[in-house]
């Protein structure tokens, strides 16, 4: 993007604030602007770190806003933010080394079993007994974040939705404390993505300069509107969006 048209500059910024809002309240905002950017002539490995990078405002505005709900959880933010940030650097190194077309191959699957298994939810817990436990599960948890992180660090689209799916059901809190948590990881992740990608990535700068801005105030904003959200509205809410985000991916 050498050049950008005026409309250009004024759909990315738009889609930018969109994206934000979407990360901090379900995930897959990035799936928003990652078309956008093909559309503008990118190529897709371009496209793909480059929009990975620009989601890191959001979701930094995301965990401010999001850090009354992370008081209290300092174990349980240790233990997965390192788990994350090591997976998030497998999954950079992946899509460095490995062509494009391995995991796309598997992404949508991905996205839509971690969408409808957030829906089942509330049968899941009655099925497993799981209301009655009262602490995470790190044996399960920890892995089973790890491999989102891998996932993450690879392509990011929908990361929200496979991070929140997780959570709900291998830890013990609230819905509105885990998405919490989820923005925090998915800060994490981008932060490792941003990091090597900079260096080893080829990452359209300008394209980041023009969607940061907006992913960070969209990302601050929609924290707010989900913090306000009640449990059920907030889970399906993700469920619609993640099973969107894979029909997009399966017809892509």
């Known amino acids: 993007m050498s050049d950008p048209s005026v409309l250009q500059v004024v759909l990315l910024a738009a889609l930018g604030l969109l994206a934000g809002a979407v990360n901090a309240v379900a995930g897959g905002g990035s799936l928003i602007v990652f078309p956008a950017l093909l559309a503008t002539g990118m190529p897709p490995l371009p496209a793909n770190v480059t929009n990975s990078v620009a989601q890191w405002p959001g979701y930094a505005g995301s965990t401010v806003n999001a850090r009354h709900d992370l008081k209290r959880q300092r174990r349980r933010l240790v233990s997965t933010g390192i788990v994350a940030a090591l997976g998030s650097a497998v999954g950079c190194a992946l899509l460095l080394v490995l062509p494009q077309s391995v995991f796309d191959a598997v992404v949508p699957v991905l996205v839509l079993l971690a ?123 993700v469920v619609v969006l993640g099973v969107a985000v894979a029909i997009y991916l399966f017809l892509r």
């Open 115 to 237: 969408s409808l298994t957030l829906g089942a939810q509330p049968w899941i817990k009655k099925w497993t007994g799981r209301t009655e436990r009262t602490a995470d599960n790190p044996k399960v948890l920890l892995p089973t974040i790890f491999v989102a992180a891998v996932y993450g660090g690879y392509f990011g689209g929908a990361l929200g939705v496979v991070l929140i799916a997780v959570l709900s059901l291998l830890a013990h809190d609230t819905l509105q404390r885990l998405n919490a948590v989820k923005v925090l990881l998915s800060l994490v992740t981008s932060t490792v993505t941003v990091v090597l990608f900079a260096f080893f990535a080829p990452v359209d700068w300008l394209a980041v300069l023009l969607l940061a801005p907006t992913t960070l105030l969209g990302g601050f904003l929609g924290m707010a509107v989900a913090k306000k959200m009640p449990d059920g509205v907030l889970r399906w809410s």
